[in-house]
């Protein structure tokens, strides 16, 4: 793994004052505090593209229902991306990405479900994954098409592989993984995370402690259940794992991307050097070399889905 002397600068002056000033705030162990500043910069941020569709509806979920939101582009292709936010398994809802899954659905012609899956501390593992599950079921039933890809950044990427191994496991498809800086070894014990864990976006003591927050107890954090790093990964669909180089989570999707490979999954993978956790969702909107950075992601997903196998047994 890289070590920190093997750093790339900041990518550009922007990025740079945007580290500073975010090195500036204070950090939140409060979940309501942090779920209403999400939502803040949310409604504050501008909108995403204007699509042919977009629709929000209740699906069903065992004992409930779950709210979605379906975006549709002109010309829409058949397939699906399910995308599962990223904001530590307790933060984030459908209008906290709902920029980043407009720019997806645009950047890749496919149509985007975006999931409001259960969160954290309220509900703990597994509920989203049963959620996000839930959410692919509906779309296969419902939409049709082939198998879908599953998106997320962050946590959100993290539940995308879970729901993935879910998937193989009870033979079911999934036509892709499109994973943006994700989590997947919840012992966060990487080099990166030390080197790495405090001023650059992701703040390691929040991480540990959102994810005490998440997993109930008596599961604990190496159980491959939960880190899907320490799983079988073999089976799993064509996947995309973009790292980026200040992110504390950078080694073990670096590690995730190179284990595929190993069991024979094929495998885009990119760091993006000079770049930080989380820029693909608005970082765009201060950093130029963000925003390059974003349209690499977007060709990415837009290639993954154009080549979206129609789903072998058991992937």
Not at 104 to 131: I, K, N
Not at 173 to 184: M, V
């Amino acid at each position: 793994m890289a070590t920190r002397s093997d750093l790339h600068g900041l990518a550009d002056p922007e990025l740079e004052a945007w580290v500073a000033e975010l090195r500036g705030g204070p950090v939140t162990f409060d979940v309501r505090e942090a779920r209403a500043q999400a939502h803040a910069r949310a409604v504050a941020r501008p909108p995403g593209p204007a699509l042919r569709k977009v629709i929000d509806q209740e699906i069903p979920r065992p004992e409930g229902f779950l709210a979605t939101r379906l975006y549709e582009p002109e010309g829409a292709a058949k397939q699906v991306i399910v995308y599962l936010h990223g904001g530590m398994w307790m933060l984030g809802d459908l209008e906290t990405h709902d920029r980043t899954c407009r720019r997806l659905s645009e950047a890749t012609g496919g149509r985007v479900l975006a999931v409001d899956f259960r969160l954290a501390p309220e509900h703990r593992w597994p509920a989203a994954v049963e959620d996000a599950l839930a959410a692919v079921a509906w779309v296969s039933a419902e939409l049709g098409g082939p198998p879908p890809v599953l998106a997320g950044d962050s946590s959100g990427g993290h539940l995308a592989l879970l729901v993935a191994l879910r998937l193989r496991e009870h033979d079911g498809r999934c036509g892709g993984l499109l994973l943006a800086c994700p989590n997947t070894d919840l012992r966060l014990t990487s080099a990166s995370v030390e080197q790495l864990g405090h001023g650059w976006g992701l703040d390691v003591d929040s991480l540990r402690w959102a994810v005490a927050q998440w997993l109930p107890p008596g599961v604990a954090s190496e159980d491959p259940a939960v880190s899907p790093l320490l799983a079988d990964l073999s089976g799993l669909p064509p996947t995309v794992v973009i790292t980026a180089d200040h992110d504390p989570l950078r080694d073990e999707g670096d590690a995730l991307a190179a284990e595929l490979r190993a069991v024979g999954v094929p495998v885009v993978h990119r760091c993006e050097p000079g770049m930080v956790h989380g820029f693909i969702q608005n970082l765009d909107l201060v950093s130029p070399a963000a925003a390059r950075a974003t349209a690499r992601w977007h060709r990415d997903a837009r290639n993954l889905v154009v080549r979206a196998p129609a789903g072998r047994r058991g992937v």
